[in-house]
């Protein structure tokens, strides 16, 4: 096929889509969608569908004005901009500020999105490097800045796969190093709801820094991951830019109807994310229970370490109907904090198999 020479040998993003009892591979929200945001959700898409012969919204004003009543920290909705999911946020992002001639840096292992939305985009990917325990300091962030001197950096906190947040220092001073010859910073922050402490967020530093973008999604703390809605906040100079390359309404009307739904039940919603944390703490306790090395996560996910044949220890959990996420990390899974009965059916699976 004549595809572009860049693009050959490459391989598509992916995880394994397997039918089993367990599915705790994805980060996904397990949790089922209350009742009455069901139906609150059927209501408002009901009332968009006796006008689907015409476009949406292209400005999504409501939604707009819904995600920064949300956020708070003063935002309005021309700070907000949303698409189909984060990655089209992103990948937005990358057309704008990326491109030919044109680089972006994260710091591996992290999202294995960056870099294939880096080769769509025709950017190069930077594969910037963290310390032996998955960490990241402000010296080393800003020494490989300095060397790279890359057009975007991608942070992602808390970070896929470890689950790590990083401390506000260090995007602090991410934004000043690449802000020297005006670059962009993106904190990608999809998991930020489950972190130890939300109010540890990036949104927290828009103010002043009109090259720093937050990215969030509703895949996650609001379970509308088959929804495919994603949102950043930055200064309205960005919102303006990414215009530049959006697709003609590509924000569909039933997409919207649905976010708002959501969104003004969001106490119902974000009730769960509570449950969510308890059970990934409760992950955490138990993996250091049997010898291994979770970390120390902020997200709905742990990433753990300590086994001797990740592969073998996959396929004895998929061979009792759970499936967790091998990202190809040597002596490493990631697992996803499911419901109660989820969390119960993995840690009694893996435990089963270390005791071999």
Same mark, same amino acid.
């Given at each position: ?45 009901? $009332? ?5 012969? %015409? ?74 490097? %963290? ?7 402000? #010296? ?5 800045? %300095? ?21 506000? /220092?260090?995007?602090? /001073? ?27 967020? /990036? ?52 997409? $919207? ?8 039940? %969001? ?25 291994? &090395? ?46 109660? #009965? ?9 435990? &089963?198999?270390? &005791?071999?």
């Amino acid at each position: 096929m004549p595809i572009r020479e860049d693009l050959r040998g490459r391989s598509p993003y992916g995880a394994p889509m397997i039918d089993v009892p367990v599915t705790i591979n994805v980060n996904e929200n397990t949790h089922p969608m209350p009742r009455e945001v069901v139906e609150a959700i059927g209501r408002e898409v009901h $009332q968009v569908a006796l006008n689907l012969n %015409r476009y949406p919204d292209r400005e999504f004003v409501t939604l707009r004005e819904e995600l920064a009543a949300y956020l708070g920290h003063g935002l309005s909705k021309e700070n907000l901009w949303a698409a189909n999911g984060s990655n089209e946020i992103l990948q937005q992002l990358f057309q704008v500020f990326g491109g030919p001639g044109r680089s972006v840096m994260s710091f591996v292992p992290t999202y294995s999105m960056y870099p294939l939305l880096a080769d769509g985009t025709n950017t190069e990917f930077i594969a910037g490097q %963290r310390a032996e325990d998955f960490s990241l300091s402000v #010296e080393s962030a800003v020494e490989q800045i %300095r060397e790279h001197r890359p057009n975007i950096v991608v942070l992602c906190s808390p970070n896929n796969p470890t689950g790590t947040g990083l401390e506000l /220092a260090v995007v602090e /001073a991410v934004y000043e190093a690449v802000a020297t010859y005006n670059g962009i910073t993106i904190v990608d922050e999809a998991y930020a709801e489950f972190a130890q402490d939300p109010s540890q967020t /990036a949104l927290t530093l828009l103010e002043g820094r009109d090259n720093l973008v937050v990215t969030r999604t509703m895949s996650k703390a609001f379970a509308l991951a088959g929804a495919r809605v994603g949102y950043f906040a930055a200064a309205p100079a960005i919102a303006d830019a990414v215009r530049l390359v959006r697709l003609p309404y590509h924000l569909s009307a039933v997409t $919207q109807a649905t976010a708002l739904a959501a969104l003004r039940h %969001r106490g119902q919603l974000l009730a769960n994310v509570e449950d969510i944390r308890a059970q990934r703490d409760r992950i955490v306790e138990k993996l250091t229970e049997l010898g291994l &090395k979770p970390a120390q996560s902020d997200s709905n996910f742990v990433f753990f370490g300590g086994l001797e044949n990740e592969k073998e220890a996959w396929q004895a959990l998929l061979d009792d109907g759970v499936l967790v996420r091998d990202n190809g990390i040597a002596g490493h899974l990631r697992v996803t904090a499911g419901t109660e #009965e989820e969390t119960t059916a993995f840690l009694t699976s893996l435990e &089963k198999y270390l &005791k071999g």
